[in-house]
């Protein structure tokens, strides 16, 4: 049961980041470090889909004795919230773009602390779950 709820989860996240890089429009010329910002989405939402998953009360139809419906509505939320979260645009000016640099590096640092909180909180809520049903 873990590892098909990990897969579900798997190939929703892939294809909600799929779905995330192609509505956001990101290119390797937009700014660097583009597959790292990737990357972090991509395990957040894998996280977060499988925690929300295991914890919302199973509904619809079974894959292998696995409900996938609270696995893709959970997705489908996360997306939502990433989409609304990313900046709308790039700097139109130098002076806006200097701006925007400068804070971005001031809000680096808290924005890794959050990362990995929130990772942490979705791994102790998957553990929390399958501890309580054993």
Do not use: N
């Amino acid at each position: 049961m873990l590892f098909f709820e990990f897969l579900i989860s798997f190939i929703i996240a892939l294809i909600a980041a799929g779905i995330l890089v192609t509505v956001v429009g990101w290119r390797r010329s937009d700014q660097e470090g583009v597959a790292g910002t990737i990357i972090f989405l991509f395990l957040i939402l894998l996280f977060g889909i499988w925690a929300g998953g295991v914890w919302i009360t199973p509904f619809g139809s079974q894959i292998s004795g696995i409900y996938w419906a609270p696995f893709v509505i959970i997705g489908f939320l996360l997306v939502l919230v990433l989409v609304a979260i990313i900046p709308p645009r790039r700097p139109r000016s130098r002076e806006e773009a200097i701006e925007q640099a400068k804070a971005e590096k001031s809000s680096a640092a808290i924005f890794g602390a959050f990362f990995w909180i929130l990772i942490l909180a979705f791994i102790v809520l998957i553990i929390v779950r399958y501890v309580w049903y054993l």
